[in-house]
């Protein structure tokens, strides 16, 4: 039991692997146990800027991501299936690497392992993931749902104004979205104010206005 235990934590590549990856099945565990996965009021980042007079990324940078993704299957098998099916390969590979090429005694340095085990767990989930996605094709499995945000209302998390880029946050069955939006009219809009969702532009963009209600009304 105690070379077991020492072969999961040491090195520290080793560590860092069997921690991930019992995310994973603690993740997995809880899923199991909620019938429907984990109920949780989850946050979903929708392109978020740091920025608020950030530009788009390029359509160049787009056409790669959308590549890498598809390289690996995503959309056409859950994605928390494919990170779980990455750290288990990164796992298996870091466990054996440190046995064959004696990481232990590289001490913290072991932790460069993981680069070239990420890159090969990449190309090997490329691969384990091909059966997978006809599996679930057979199951009727289309990808994740896309969810429709025009005519819904939010909170704005910044004021905005004229080409001002901010922060929109919409709950839809106790998840909350957060949106980049910009105002329709160029209209001043404060933080905290609910609005409504008009129009969706590029790169996840999307025009609101204010709801006209008593309270708005001069």
Known sequence: MAELLNLLFNPLSNGIMTVLTGLSLIYWVFSFLSGDGLDTDATFEMGDVSDAD???????????????LEYINVGKVPVMVLVTLFKFIGWILTLASSIIFGL?????????????????????LHFISKPLAKMYKNLGYNGEETIDFLGRTGVLKS?????????????????????????QSG????????????????NNVYEVQEIINLNTIN
């Open 187 to 202: 209209k001043k809009l404060e933080y905290g104010s609910e609005v409504l969702i008009v129009k969706p532009l590029k």
């Open 54 to 68: 950030a530009s788009v990324d390029s359509n160049a940078d787009a056409s790669f991501g959308s590549k890498v």
């Open 104 to 124: 232990a005694e590289w001490g913290l340095r072991s932790v460069f392992i993981l680069i070239p085990v990420c890159i090969l767990s990449f190309v090997l």
């Open 159 to 183: 004021t905005i104004e004229n080409k001002k880029m901010g922060i929109l946050e919409v709950v839809i069955q106790k998840d909350v979205f957060r949106l980049n939006v910009v105002s």
